[in-house]
């Protein structure tokens, strides 16, 4: 099913968890996924998740924002159960003005952001 969402998204927010190298990797294979299906044009938002748990990190900052610009996206931290620096929110609305700012084959073509973790 992951496919078919890929084939239908104008656009997409990949969510890892910075106290988790596994989840991260999980993330470059969706990438390589996106890459396959010739998606890799469209906007991505990379975001580093549970930013509020600093002492078991394992992902540096650095290391997100490599691999962001690695695929010509942009890269948040955020922490869905704090939201302390906001960045939950700035996501969506990121991702949605990186779509709508984006042209469709067909002004008939309605944006869709896909969200995979």
């Known amino acids: 099913m992951m496919d078919q969402w890929i084939k239908l998204a104008k656009?997409?927010?990949l969510v890892f968890a910075l106290d988790d190298q596994e989840s991260l990797d999980?993330?470059?294979?969706?990438?390589k996924?996106?890459?396959k299906h010739e998606k890799s044009d469209l906007p991505i938002i990379l975001v580093g998740n549970k930013c509020d748990l600093v002492n078991k990190r394992k992902?540096?900052?650095?290391?997100?924002?490599?691999l962001a610009k690695s695929i010509k996206g942009k890269y948040y931290e955020t922490s869905a159960l704090t939201d302390e620096n906001g960045n939950v929110k700035t996501?969506?609305?990121?991702?949605a003005k990186m779509i709508l700012n984006t042209n469709g084959e067909d002004e008939?073509?309605?944006?869709?952001?896909?969200?995979?973790f």
Do not use: H, M, S
């Open 108 to 116: 008939n073509d309605k944006p869709r952001c896909c969200i995979l």
């Open 91 to 95: 996501v969506f609305v990121e991702c």
């Open 26 to 31: 999980a993330i470059k294979t969706k990438i």
């Open 59 to 66: 992902i540096t900052q650095q290391q997100g924002e490599d």
């Open 11 to 13: 656009g997409f927010i």
């Open 33 to 35: 996924r996106i890459e």
